[in-house]
């Protein structure tokens, strides 16, 4: 099971900060990639950021501005996302599959355990 929650609706220029929990037969380990997704209305899912043991990788739209982390002893994935802008709108997803990220973190099909997901608005 994946949790998400820190979502809300800011002003551009703000900040907000994800997490995501997982529990039960999600465990956190070395070898898993955790990632953000986010969707707006009408958009595809689109990867924001992934992180594993080695590695982390962020969309080039938010790079800069977002930061990812993960906390591997609480099996626990943040966001930061600071100089939020209207176009970051959307819902925000985490998601874990069960290998390391590398070049193929933002294909959204390879990720077998997806949270609920948490509403950001930037107006």
């Known amino acids: 099971q994946l949790v998400e929650s820190g979502g809300g609706s800011v002003q551009a220029g703000e900040s907000l900060r994800l997490s995501c929990v997982a529990s ?6 070395y070898d898993l990639c955790m990632a953000w997704f986010r969707q707006a209305p009408g958009k595809e899912r689109e990867g924001v950021a992934a992180a594993d043991s080695g590695e982390s990788v962020t969309l080039d739209a938010v790079k800069g501005r977002f930061t990812i982390s993960r906390d591997n002893a609480e099996t ?25 990220c ?9 990720y077998e355990y997806w949270g609920q997901g948490t509403q950001v608005t930037v107006s």
Not at 24 to 29: A, R, S, V
């Open 24 to 29: 039960g037969n999600i465990q956190g380990g």
């Open 76 to 100: 626990t994935l943040y966001l930061q996302m600071d100089s939020l802008k209207p176009e970051d709108t959307g819902m925000y997803y985490c998601a874990v599959r069960a290998w390391l």
């Open 102 to 110: 590398g070049a193929t973190w933002f294909r959204h099909i390879q």
